[in-house]
């Protein structure tokens, strides 16, 4: 791998295979010296955190000796610093590798026909399913697109092809301020406006959760939306415009769907985002345990408060509470997997060909 | 193009399942000829809007289930907000019934309900949920300790702090106690089950449960003087009890699976927590005084020293209007706290929310106060 | 229509106007959502200020109810993003100038994803995986690095702590933040790298000269996207954290300051009247700081910019 980087040859190197031999050795050093030293837990365990830490502590004090007498200072800094960001990337994968086979390994539990085809109304202990939710979170999250998408793209229109002054950089700066909200505020705001708006009676419901979910898409829409119009050539606008196209044509017909590929997939990441939102919708759109299509009345349950309200109240039988929770958070991954697959796969189809 | 066919493909089948409704739902209609037996003979239709305790919302999902698949018109909906909440909205006419871990305050028997009639008029409220609350333990090779009202304060006071205290050991004799640290556990959201656990220490360890130099008395949210570990929800609390070795918590007695569990000492003797030790506690209380007799409001007398009590319960009750200015209201309201009254009803909630079903003294006297609901 | 001497005048098309309108009006609509977001969190946060307010016994005041959950907040996402920052950094490298192209792709698609796993699954996790897995670590951090007072006190027996929360809001801002820290990475001019490449650069000199350097600004716009996600966790820190009401520093004790927004998810189901509005105005103030963090971010970047050899 180093080798093949630009093809950089220095005088002096240690043989390709001195790293993972060096590597190697030092764990094996390590774990003999804390067998032989019987430096166990109570059980007898070997604390393998901390057989992992010294070794690789070891392994990079050899590395850098012998390389710096071999090749020099520099290349030895060089060997550290790969040594450094390969085990930053490997201590970063693990919890990401864990968390998901956790996922995977408790979902797959309760991934059957039933916890897609039925609702929990009725259902005590096992059994029941998390339709209610999916349909809850299909609703909410098309809505709070419908909502942020036009508003998103417009905004980031405004601000590449007209915004100038001080009202586009105020824009520019209260998108990044809104890029900042934390999710609970959407949530308490769209509380707190449909609560003036509706009464106490009526004020949590499936329109004021998308409403908390829109808050926090459109500023990712925007972001993503103004990369994208920005990496559009001038030379496509200027040559538009010398055909005698008005602008708005232009930025309609060649700006806009040479960005589209770019946009769509800014949206989908956008989606994808906020599917997983908890909090705002827990105070915002509420839970129940019934199908509701309507998002203008009563509570609306979506999946990610299915997976919040099937760990924090437990039946008596909490066993099979806990294996919906999290059937249903593997559903939600599922389907942020499709919905990057979706973007992944726009992306190819309307890219800009040639 | 093979791609985007099978795409389209799957696109389809899951828009198929998603618009269908769901099998549960729609199989209610179904059953509704079976369950004649039992329903009422008219026919109930609508919407019931309840709220209050979260203790007993395991409860309330089994009742609302055993009850809408008896009534199949009707959709009973409890919201668990806490019993604060609960009664302000129903002070507020947002709900018909509330579910509430303690009973109407006398300020609020007197504030007008505007879904009664008259808005002034009596209100009802019985207790209709009663669940031990375990004092459970996670340390090895120890499956019950016996403990004093003073010890279980102390512990969770922070004034014991090891597992061989000698308070502890004092009523342990023969058992091995390690030397180890005790991390107690309390709830981190308000709740009715730390209410009902503190009012019992209030009562029952007096000098103990002590706060700046006064009785703690009973509490909602837990005072961060006290220091312990705190657990969002029940099952917040059982998995902090869970994760750690010497803990010690106190949630519903549903929830012990494989813990330890403490006998609590009442008078002379110990007494470990069961549903017919806790269902007694009502039994030897008091009814308060001096309030209208559709209210079964008791005293818990949690420094009893009768034989065979378990003092350290939940109990929630089950509120709501005597006249409703809602005719169609007051039928379902009627249907529905008759169907948890009834033997049935109590058996189908302790089957699946595992608390204990009301005396059968009780019971009679709540289901004459129902009756009189128009 | 002619006019003599005149200038000439573009011709303003119906389309134009109305489409540059209508971009106008979106982008107000951007400023308009969130002066309303400020105005209706102060509308209902405002009979908490009012010096009656019934708290019902508890809080005191709003100040010192709000104080130990704004330093909670603040002390965990410093701990997350102390812990993340490097690791995100290292990622990036790895991925943009260290793992082969075929892997890369496939390390970002799996960023990609796990930036998309809600906040209550990392707390599912946190709780059952991560918390006993880390706790004998503190035992050992207790009894032999106890002088230092961050890792003084009782440890806790559930590994439910500070330091906890610190690593799993940690590894919920990676994905994020290495995701961005690799696009800018990626933008590096290619003639900068082989430049430091060609005048005898160790891999190592070329990142420090040519890629740091350029993605600083992005380092740092990762950070305050990584702080405010952190800030305003939930469900995560609701289910993880063992909280209480107090300023505490140390990291493995079972007293930890809960941050705002955990406390409002906590309180707020079972809550009414002015302890409501206590709670709004909670909110209100977590929207200021991460309003404020932004703003300092804004202006760092900024004056880096102009420093920064890039563009």
């Given at each position: 791998?180093?080798?093949?980087?630009?093809?950089?040859?220095?005088?002096?190197?240690?043989?390709?295979?001195?790293?993972?031999?060096?590597?190697?050795?030092?764990?094996?050093?390590?774990?003999?010296?804390?067998?032989?030293?019987?430096?166990?837990?109570?059980?007898?365990?070997?604390?393998?955190?901390?057989?992992?830490?010294?070794?690789?502590?070891?392994?990079?004090?050899?590395?850098?000796?012998?390389?710096?007498?071999?090749?020099?200072?520099?290349?030895?800094?060089?060997?550290?610093?790969?040594?450094?960001?390969?085990?930053?990337?490997?201590?970063?994968?693990?919890?990401?590798?864990?968390?998901?086979?956790?996922?995977?390994?408790?979902?797959?539990?309760?991934?059957?026909?039933?916890?897609?085809?039925?609702?929990?109304?009725?259902?005590?202990?096992?059994?029941?399913?998390?339709?209610?939710?999916?349909?809850?979170?299909?609703?909410?999250?098309?809505?709070?697109?419908?909502?942020?998408?036009?508003?998103?793209?417009?905004?980031?229109?405004?601000?590449?092809?007209?915004?100038?002054?001080?009202?586009?950089?105020?824009?520019?700066?209260?998108?990044?301020?809104?890029?900042?909200?934390?999710?609970?505020?959407?949530?308490?705001?769209?509380?707190?406006?449909?609560?003036?708006?509706?009464?106490?009676?009526?004020?949590?419901?499936?329109?004021?959760?998308?409403?908390?979910?829109?808050?926090?898409?459109?500023?990712?829409?925007?972001?993503?939306?103004?990369?994208?119009?920005?990496?559009?050539?001038?030379?496509?606008?200027?040559?538009?415009?010398?055909?005698?196209?008005?602008?708005?044509?232009?930025?309609?017909?060649?700006?806009?769907?040479?960005?589209?590929?770019?946009?769509?997939?800014?949206?989908?990441?956008?989606?994808?985002?906020?599917?997983?939102?908890?909090?705002?919708?827990?105070?915002?759109?509420?839970?129940?345990?019934?199908?509701?299509?309507?998002?203008?009345?009563?509570?609306?349950?979506?999946?990610?408060?299915?997976?919040?309200?099937?760990?924090?109240?437990?039946?008596?039988?909490?066993?099979?509470?806990?294996?919906?929770?999290?059937?249903?958070?593997?559903?939600?991954?599922?389907?942020?997997?499709?919905?990057?697959?979706?973007?992944?796969?726009?992306?190819?189809?309307?890219?800009?060909?040639? | 193009?093979?791609?985007?066919?099978?795409?389209?493909?799957?696109?389809?089948?899951?828009?198929?399942?998603?618009?269908?409704?769901?099998?549960?739902?729609?199989?209610?209609?179904?059953?509704?000829?079976?369950?004649?037996?039992?329903?009422?003979?008219?026919?109930?239709?609508?919407?019931?809007?309840?709220?209050?305790?979260?203790?007993?919302?395991?409860?309330?999902?089994?009742?609302?289930?055993?009850?809408?698949?008896?009534?199949?018109?009707?959709?009973?909906?409890?919201?668990?907000?806490?019993?604060?909440?609960?009664?302000?909205?129903?002070?507020?006419?947002?709900?018909?019934?509330?579910?509430?871990?303690?009973?109407?305050?006398?300020?609020?028997?007197?504030?007008?309900?505007?879904?009664?009639?008259?808005?002034?008029?009596?209100?009802?409220?019985?207790?209709?949920?009663?669940?031990?609350?375990?004092?459970?333990?996670?340390?090895?090779?120890?499956?019950?300790?016996?403990?004093?009202?003073?010890?279980?304060?102390?512990?969770?006071?922070?004034?014991?702090?090891?597992?061989?205290?000698?308070?502890?050991?004092?009523?342990?004799?023969?058992?091995?106690?390690?030397?180890?640290?005790?991390?107690?556990?309390?709830?981190?959201?308000?709740?009715?089950?730390?209410?009902?656990?503190?009012?019992?220490?209030?009562?029952?360890?007096?000098?103990?449960?002590?706060?700046?130099?006064?009785?703690?008395?009973?509490?909602?949210?837990?005072?961060?003087?006290?220091?312990?570990?705190?657990?969002?929800?029940?099952?917040?609390?059982?998995?902090?009890?869970?994760?750690?070795?010497?803990?010690?918590?106190?949630?519903?007695?549903?929830?012990?699976?494989?813990?330890?569990?403490?006998?609590?000492?009442?008078?002379?003797?110990?007494?470990?927590?069961?549903?017919?030790?806790?269902?007694?506690?009502?039994?030897?209380?008091?009814?308060?005084?001096?309030?209208?007799?559709?209210?079964?409001?008791?005293?818990?007398?949690?420094?009893?020293?009768?034989?065979?009590?378990?003092?350290?319960?939940?109990?929630?009750?089950?509120?709501?209007?005597?006249?409703?200015?809602?005719?169609?209201?007051?039928?379902?309201?009627?249907?529905?706290?008759?169907?948890?009254?009834?033997?049935?009803?109590?058996?189908?909630?302790?089957?699946?929310?595992?608390?204990?079903?009301?005396?059968?003294?009780?019971?009679?006297?709540?289901?004459?106060?129902i009756d009189q609901v128009k | 229509m002619t006019t003599l001497g005149g200038q000439v005048k573009p011709k303003v098309r119906l389309g134009d106007l109305v489409f540059s309108r209508a971009a106008s009006v979106a982008g107000i609509g951007i400023?308009?959502?969130?002066?309303?977001?400020?105005?209706?969190?102060?509308?209902?946060?405002?009979?908490?200020?009012?010096?009656?307010?019934?708290?019902?016994?508890?809080?005191?005041?709003?100040?010192?109810?709000v104080t130990p959950y704004v330093f909670g907040t603040l002390y965990g996402s410093i701990i997350a993003l102390a812990i993340a920052t490097p690791l995100a950094i290292g990622i990036a490298l790895y991925i943009s100038h260290y793992a082969n192209?075929?892997?890369?792709?496939?390390?970002?698609?799996?960023?990609?994803?796990?930036?998309?796993?809600?906040?209550?699954?990392?707390?599912?996790?946190?709780?059952?995986?991560?918390?006993?897995?880390?706790?004998?670590?503190?035992?050992?951090?207790?009894?032999?690095?106890?002088?230092?007072?961050?890792?003084?006190?009782?440890?806790?027996?559930?590994?439910?702590?500070?330091?906890?929360?610190?690593?799993?809001?940690?590894?919920?801002?990676?994905?994020?933040?290495?995701?961005?820290?690799?696009?800018?990475?990626?933008?590096?001019?290619?003639?900068?790298?082989?430049?430091?490449l060609a005048l005898g650069a160790t891999r190592w000199e070329m990142i420090k000269m040519a890629v740091l350097p350029f993605g600083r600004p992005g380092i740092i716009s990762s950070m305050m996207l990584g702080l405010g996600r952190a800030l305003?966790?939930?469900?995560?820190?609701?289910?993880?954290?063992?909280?209480?009401?107090?300023?505490?520093?140390?990291?493995?004790?079972?007293?930890?300051?809960?941050?705002?927004?955990?406390?409002?998810?906590?309180?707020?189901?079972?809550?009414?009247?002015?302890?409501?509005?206590?709670?709004?105005?909670?909110?209100?103030?977590?929207?200021?700081?991460?309003?404020?963090?932004?703003?300092?971010?804004?202006?760092?970047?900024?004056?880096?910019?102009?420093?920064?050899?890039?563009?």
């Open positions: 791998m180093a080798t093949t980087f630009y093809g950089i040859q220095a005088t002096a190197t240690l043989p390709r295979w001195f790293s993972p031999l060096a590597l190697i050795g030092s764990l094996a050093l390590t774990t003999a010296m804390f067998v032989v030293s019987g430096f166990t837990d109570e059980s007898g365990n070997l604390n393998l955190l901390a057989i992992a830490v010294l070794g690789f502590a070891l392994y990079m004090i050899m590395t850098y000796l012998i390389s710096r007498g071999v090749e020099g200072r520099r290349k030895a800094t060089d060997r550290m610093v790969t040594g450094w960001v390969s085990a930053a990337f490997a201590l970063a994968v693990v919890p990401l590798v864990s968390l998901a086979w956790t996922v995977f390994e408790k979902g797959i539990n309760r991934l059957d026909a039933e916890f897609f085809t039925s609702s929990m109304r009725n259902v005590v202990g096992e059994g029941g399913g998390a339709l209610h939710a999916i349909i809850g979170t299909v609703e909410l999250t098309t809505i709070a697109t419908l909502i942020s998408v036009p508003l998103g793209i417009m905004t980031a229109i405004y601000l590449v092809e007209y915004g100038r002054g001080r009202l586009a950089k105020a824009v520019t700066f209260f998108v990044d301020v809104m890029t900042g909200i934390p999710s609970i505020v959407a949530g308490l705001f769209a509380f707190s406006l449909f609560l003036i708006l509706l009464g106490p009676a009526s004020a949590i419901n499936g329109m004021a959760g998308a409403v908390s979910l829109a808050v926090l898409m459109t500023p990712v829409v925007v972001r993503s939306a103004e990369e994208m119009l920005k990496i559009v050539p001038n030379e496509l606008r200027e040559a538009s415009y010398a055909l005698g196209v008005p602008k708005w044509l232009t930025v309609v017909k060649v700006v806009l769907p040479t960005a589209l590929a770019g946009i769509a997939t800014g949206v989908i990441i956008a989606i994808a985002r906020v599917i997983g939102e908890t909090a705002p919708l827990l105070l915002a759109a509420g839970f129940t345990t019934s199908m509701n299509y309507n998002p203008l009345s009563e509570k609306m349950m979506t999946l990610p408060v299915f997976v919040y309200t099937s760990y924090a109240i437990q039946g008596t039988d909490a066993a099979s509470y806990v294996d919906r929770a999290w059937a249903g958070a593997l559903t939600l991954m599922l389907i942020v997997m499709l919905l990057n697959l979706g973007a992944r796969i726009i992306s190819k189809l309307f890219s800009p060909k040639g | 193009m093979r791609k985007i066919t099978q795409i389209a493909a799957l696109a389809g089948v899951s828009a198929l399942v998603l618009s269908g409704c769901a099998a549960n739902e729609a199989a209610v209609e179904e059953t509704t000829s079976a369950a004649t037996e039992t329903s009422t003979a008219v026919v109930l239709e609508g919407t019931l809007d309840g709220s209050g305790a979260s203790s007993m919302a395991s409860g309330q999902e089994a009742w609302v289930a055993g009850f809408q698949e008896l009534n199949p018109g009707v959709t009973v909906n409890y919201n668990p907000t806490g019993s604060g909440t609960g009664r302000d909205q129903f002070e507020e006419g947002l709900t018909f019934f509330t579910g509430s871990d303690s009973s109407f305050k006398d300020e609020e028997l007197a504030t007008p309900h505007p879904n009664c009639s008259p808005a002034d008029g009596d209100v009802f409220e019985f207790p209709i949920w009663i669940s031990p609350i375990a004092v459970m333990f996670n340390l090895e090779g120890i499956d019950t300790l016996n403990m004093s009202p003073d010890t279980v304060a102390g512990i969770f006071t922070g004034k014991i702090t090891k597992w061989n205290d000698a308070a502890i050991a004092a009523d342990n004799a023969g058992v091995a106690l390690p030397d180890l640290a005790i991390t107690a556990v309390h709830r981190s959201d308000e709740s009715g089950t730390t209410g009902n656990f503190t009012d019992w220490l209030s009562k029952a360890a007096p000098n103990t449960w002590v706060l700046n130099g006064e009785n703690a008395g009973d509490l909602e949210a837990w005072p961060a003087e006290f220091g312990g570990e705190g657990g969002n929800a029940t099952s917040g609390v059982i998995a902090a009890i869970a994760a750690g070795n010497g803990t010690i918590g106190y949630a519903d007695a549903s929830r012990v699976g494989d813990f330890g569990t403490v006998a609590i000492g009442v008078g002379s003797e110990f007494v470990a927590y069961s549903s017919e030790a806790a269902a007694k506690i009502v039994d030897v209380s008091p009814i308060k005084e001096g309030r209208p007799a559709t209210t079964l409001a008791y005293d818990l007398d949690r420094d009893t020293t009768e034989s065979g009590v378990y003092p350290v319960v939940l109990i929630s009750y089950l509120q709501g209007c005597m006249d409703y200015a809602d005719d169609a209201k007051a039928e379902l309201v009627k249907a529905y706290a008759s169907y948890m009254l009834s033997a049935e009803g109590q058996e189908w909630a302790s089957q699946n929310a595992g608390n204990a079903p009301i005396s059968e003294d009780l019971r009679q006297k709540a289901l004459a106060i | 400023l308009i959502t969130l002066a309303a977001v400020a105005v209706f969190l102060f509308i209902q946060a405002l009979p908490a200020l009012n010096p009656e307010a019934d708290f019902s016994g508890k809080a005191e005041n709003p100040i010192s109810y192209r075929r892997f890369s792709q496939i390390l970002g698609y799996i960023m990609d994803l796990l930036a998309a796993i809600p906040s209550v699954v990392y707390g599912l996790w946190g709780i059952m995986v991560l918390a006993p897995f880390l706790n004998p670590t503190y035992l050992w951090l207790n009894e032999n690095l106890g002088w230092i007072p961050l890792f003084a006190g009782q440890v806790s027996a559930t590994g439910r702590t500070m330091l906890t929360v610190g690593i799993v809001l940690a590894i919920m801002v990676l994905p994020i933040m290495a995701a961005l820290i690799r696009e800018v990475f990626l933008q590096t001019p290619r003639l900068h790298e082989e430049a430091a305003g966790e939930t469900m995560a820190v609701a289910l993880v954290l063992s909280p209480a009401s107090i300023i505490n520093f140390a990291l493995l004790t079972s007293q930890n300051s809960n941050t705002i927004a955990a406390n409002i998810a906590l309180h707020f189901p079972e809550s009414g009247g002015d302890y409501r509005s206590l709670l709004i105005a909670s909110g209100l103030m977590l929207f200021l700081i991460t309003m404020l963090i932004n703003m300092l971010a804004r202006y760092i970047i900024s004056r880096r910019a102009e420093f920064s050899g890039a563009n």
